[in-house]
């Protein structure tokens, strides 16, 4: 259990999902003393490199590389993310647990079918971690409901995120706003190199995966695009589903012409 509740928590499918699209906007928050967690909700064991054993380690490294105060995986089979009940309850009790005002989850479309059930899940796990009538329990293994409406292990209260976004990163799609992250790129990209297994020149996926020397251009590439948007160096994109609101004309950031 957190000794307080999350500022920010990043829901993804697998380990270094959260480096690549919103790491160095998670970087920013822990930098301005906010608390920021990761869930990843697959343990990665069906990555062509690597163990789930190694994603494990180098995701805890990413984790201090980004100034991440809490991170966990879950036991969702890797492949298979399925926007099932039970997968629900397990992601609503962490929603619980940690108590974010704030859910960062995938954009709800894309290649990996991981990646787009994720936001749909994820979604779906913050409505049901707000029914006060919902009994879960403290751990996402033993998560359950009885006709009598008790859980196992200790209760959890209600919570329901006050604000969910959705990193677009994965997505070629025109994003609602975009977060400077000029400042952090550098230990964002270390993070993404923390995962040795997955980055590193060898044979297994090579016509899959971009050669080591390679990666820098593409996060750079992709990070400066975002950022020309934004009228800063580097940007990571999101989306919200909600019209904007403001209070001042003047304050509003972002040259037109």
Same mark, same amino acid.
């Given at each position: 259990?957190?000794?307080?509740? $999350?500022?920010? /928590? #990043? ?6 999902? %959260?480096? *690549? !699209?919103?790491? +160095? ?105 707000? $029914?006060?009538? /919902? #009994? ?6 033993? %998560?359950? *409901? !009885?006709?009598? +409406? ?85 940007a990571e994109p999101f989306l919200q589903k909600e019209v904007g609101l403001v209070d001042d004309l003047l304050a509003l950031p972002v040259k037109s012409i």
């Amino acid at each position: 259990m957190l000794s307080s509740s $999350l500022d920010i /928590l #990043a829901i993804a499918a697998h380990r270094d999902d %959260v480096e *690549q !699209t919103c790491g +160095g906007t998670l970087l920013k928050a822990a930098q301005r003393g906010q608390h920021t967690g990761i869930l990843d909700l697959t343990q990665g064991e069906m990555g062509t490199r690597g163990t789930a054993e190694d994603r494990a380690r180098e995701a805890d490294d990413a984790a201090k590389t980004l100034g991440v105060s809490w991170r966990r995986a879950l036991d969702i089979p890797d492949g298979r993310v399925e926007n099932t009940w039970e997968n629900r309850l397990k992601v609503a009790s962490v929603i619980r647990e940690t108590r974010p005002r704030v859910v960062i989850l995938p954009y709800w479309k894309g290649r990996h079918p991981d990646h787009y059930t994720a936001s749909v899940l994820g979604y779906e796990a913050c409505f049901l971690a707000g $029914l006060a009538r /919902l #009994a879960l329990s403290s751990q996402p293994s033993a %998560v359950s *409901q !009885t006709t009598s +409406g008790l859980s196992q292990g200790s209760p959890l209260p209600p919570h329901r995120p006050f604000k969910i976004v959705y990193a677009t990163l994965y997505y070629d799609i025109r994003p609602t706003f975009v977060v400077d992250i000029s400042e952090q790129f550098e230990e964002k990209f270390a993070s993404i190199l923390a995962y040795k297994s997955q980055f590193s020149d060898q044979d297994a996926g090579k016509d899959l995966f971009p050669a080591r020397e390679e990666i820098r251009s593409r996060v750079e590439a992709m990070a400066r695009f975002y950022g020309m948007l934004g009228g800063v160096t580097f940007a990571e994109p999101f989306l919200q589903k909600e019209v904007g609101l403001v209070d001042d004309l003047l304050a509003l950031p972002v040259k037109s012409i």
